[in-house]
């Protein structure tokens, strides 16, 4: 197989990953889309390099996190994302509970949306999640937490905002742990 062919089948493979863990950086599918080709075009001029040296995941992973935070380290744009989720058939169950996660997330800054995203998106580890952004680990350890703290405050005024469950959606829990 040539070397083309085994980019061409990689990209096929990994675009729809890294659309959906550049919508979840970015909170916009659009610019998700041009990230993700971003991302595979700069993975195509290093193929051979990164081939041989069998990293071509994480290359791609780095080079989608490197082409979201770039602009994001030089100015602050004027963009305000809004709450409405794309144009598309999902079939989530809680449609709700996903949109107040993105809204959720569009507080955090850039760095801290990108740890969490690739250690609770993408399961990494906080070690490869250091390696992608070029950072110690300790530094991804204190994003997390203050990503997940602020994650918490946001949700929590979500749910308090959208009040209690109903009888109905608390289902078994108000039986006691007694099996009633």
């Keep these: 197989m040539s070397s083309a062919e085994e980019f061409v089948e990689f990209a096929t493979v990994m675009s729809p990953r890294l659309r959906r ?8 599918w659009h ?14 001029v290093a193929w051979r ?10 290359y791609a992973n780095r080079t989608l996190v490197n082409a979201y ?14 709450g409405w989720f794309p144009d598309r ?15 959720a997330l569009a507080t955090l800054p850039p760095r801290a949306r990108a740890v969490v995203v690739l250690r609770y998106w993408a399961d990494l580890s906080v070690e490869q999640v250091a390696d992608v952004l070029g950072c110690s680990t300790g530094n991804v350890k204190a994003l997390s937490a203050r990503a997940l703290h602020r994650l918490h405050a946001v ?26």
């Excluded at 610019?31 to 195509?44: H, P």
């Excluded at 749910?159 to 099996?179: F, H, K, N, Y």
């Design 49 to 58: 390099e990164i081939r041989r040296h069998d990293a071509v995941h994480a």
């Design 89 to 103: 058939a999902a079939p989530a169950p809680a449609l709700e509970t996903r949109m107040v996660v993105l809204d």
């Design 155 to 180: 949700l929590g005024e979500a749910l308090a905002e959208s009040g209690p469950p109903s009888a109905g959606e608390r289902g078994t829990q108000d039986r006691g742990s007694c099996g009633g």
């Design 31 to 44: 610019t998700a889309e041009d990230l993700a080709q971003t991302a595979l075009a700069k993975v195509f």
């Design 21 to 28: 863990t550049a919508f979840l950086l970015c909170g916009d």
């Design 69 to 82: 935070l770039t602009p994001r380290r030089l100015k602050r744009t004027g963009e305000l994302l809004t």
